[in-house]
């Protein structure tokens, strides 16, 4: 199984926080089943535009640990499906604030951003405001 670097990013570290994870993330569908056998060792995600249980059944069934939708597709029953197949839910696409919001309402496990540190500070202050009545 050849696949090009236009069809793999590999994300060496992911760090946010306290979270630090390393996982291979797949850009494109084809080939999909082999994808999961270059690396078996390192967690897999697959980029996808939207949430379907065609897309939930192919992601399990190609051994996908992790599918990450676009964030402004995302609803929380996508997330819940998901998560039903026992899938880590990771949204990309978050280009503002209140996006970063919305995956979180959603339940998603996570996000990728371009700006971590305002990202951050963002649901630090989120969750200080629910904590504080």
């Not at 760090?15 to 850009?27: A, D, E, H």
């Not at 996908?64 to 899938?87: D, H, I, T």
Request: charged content about 15%.
């Amino acid at each position: 199984c050849l696949l090009s670097a236009l069809q793999i990013s590999v994300a060496g570290c992911c760090c946010c926080c306290c979270f630090c994870s390393c996982f291979m993330l797949v850009i494109l569908a084809s080939p999909l089943p082999c994808v999961t056998q270059l690396l078996p060792a390192v967690p897999h995600g697959w980029l996808i535009q939207e949430v379907s249980n065609e897309l939930v059944d192919k992601a399990a069934a190609c051994g996908f640990e992790m599918l990450c939708p676009r964030a402004n597709a995302l609803a929380a029953e996508g997330v819940q499906l998901m998560k039903s197949r026992g899938m880590v839910v990771r949204a990309w696409g978050v280009k503002t604030i209140e996006l970063l919001h919305h995956v979180v309402t959603c339940g998603a496990d996570g996000a990728t951003v371009n700006w971590p540190a305002k990202a951050a500070d963002a649901l630090q202050a989120a969750c200080q405001l629910r904590r504080d009545p």
